[in-house]
T-cell receptor
Framework: AQSVAQPEDQVNVAEGNPLTVKCTYSVSGNPYLFWYVQYPNRGLQFLLKYITGDNLVKGSYGFEAEFNKSQTSFHLKKPSALVSDSALYFCAVRPDSNYQLIWGAGTKLIIKP | ETGVTQTPRHLVMGMTNKKSLKCEQHLGHNAMYWYKQSAKKPLELMFVYNFKEQTENNSVPSRFSPECPNSSHLFLHLHTLQPEDSALYLC????????????????FGEGSRLTVL
C-alpha cells in the first residue's frame, strides 16, 4: 500500500537553530511532493512543492525541502528557526497527476525561545 | 485569508440532530474537497467535486451527505452522527484539470470543529 511517513510526532528546536522535519514515502511512479503547515485553530496552508527539476525546493517563510529519490525522502528544513514557526506540519505525496494526495500524520514543531 | 470560508467554525450536535457545514471559495477554482482531520492521523479525503460533479466518495458513511450547487459552494449535511465523527472538517479548493488531480496546491478553509454528543 502506498503511504507517507512522518516518523516524529513532535520536534523541539531552540530559536535560531536549524530545523528539520522528516518525511519519507512509499509510492509508485514519479511522485509530486508537498508540505503544508497548520497554525493553531487554522486550516492548512501550502508551503512548497516538488514536481521536477532541482532537488532543493524553496518555499514560503524561509522554508526549503530536499527531494532524495534514492532515499524516497522529502525533508523540510529551515536554517534558523523562529518561535512563530511553531505549528503542525504535514507532508503529502501525489503518486502521479491522476491520483489524490496521500498525507502523513503530521509533525508538531515547537520552537522554544 | 485564504479565499476559502467555512461556517460554522464550531458545532455541537446530538446524535439525532441534523446540521450542515458550509464552504465557499472566492478563488475561481473548479474543484472542491471535504477532508476529515482527527488528531495524530493523516487527513482523510471524504468527497471531491469537479465542476459541481462528484468525482470521488471515499467510502464515507451515508450519514454524511455532500452537496455542491455550483463551483463556489460546497455543503456537508450531517444526520444521525456518532461520537467518533467528532473531528475538524476541512474544506479545500484547487484548480484541477479535466481527467486528473493536477499538480496545483490545495487552498484550505479554517475548518469546522464538530463535536457529537
Amino acid at each position: 500500500a502506498q503511504s507517507v511517513a512522518q516518523p516524529e510526532d513532535q520536534v523541539n528546536v531552540a530559536e535560531g537553530n536549524p530545523l528539520t522535519v522528516k518525511c519519507t514515502y512509499s509510492v509508485s511512479g514519479n511522485p509530486y511532493l508537498f508540505w503544508y503547515v497548520q497554525y493553531p485553530n487554522r486550516g492548512l496552508q501550502f508551503l512548497l512543492k516538488y514536481i521536477t527539476g532541482d532537488n532543493l525546493v524553496k518555499g514560503s517563510y524561509g522554508f526549503e525541502a530536499e527531494f532524495n529519490k534514492s532515499q524516497t525522502s522529502f525533508h523540510l528544513k529551515k536554517p534558523s528557526a523562529l518561535v512563530s514557526d511553531s505549528a503542525l506540519y504535514f507532508c503529502a505525496v501525489r503518486p502521479d497527476s491522476n491520483y489524490q494526495l496521500i498525507w502523513g500524520a503530521g509533525t508538531k514543531l515547537i520552537i522554544k525561545p | 485569508e485564504t479565499g476559502v470560508t467555512q461556517t460554522p467554525r464550531h458545532l455541537v450536535m446530538g446524535m439525532t440532530n441534523k446540521k450542515s457545514l458550509k464552504c465557499e471559495q472566492h478563488l475561481g477554482h473548479n474543484a472542491m474537497y471535504w477532508y476529515k482531520q482527527s488528531a495524530k492521523k493523516p487527513l482523510e479525503l471524504m468527497f471531491v467535486y469537479n465542476f459541481k460533479e462528484q468525482t470521488e466518495n471515499n467510502s464515507v458513511p451515508s450519514r454524511f451527505s455532500p452537496e455542491c450547487p455550483n463551483s463556489s459552494h460546497l455543503f456537508l449535511h450531517l444526520h444521525t452522527l456518532q461520537p467518533e465523527d467528532s473531528a475538524l472538517y476541512l474544506c479545500a479548493s484547487s484548480h484541477r484539470p479535466a481527467g486528473g488531480a493536477g499538480t496545483g496546491e490545495l487552498f484550505f478553509g479554517e475548518g469546522s470543529r464538530l463535536t457529537v454528543l
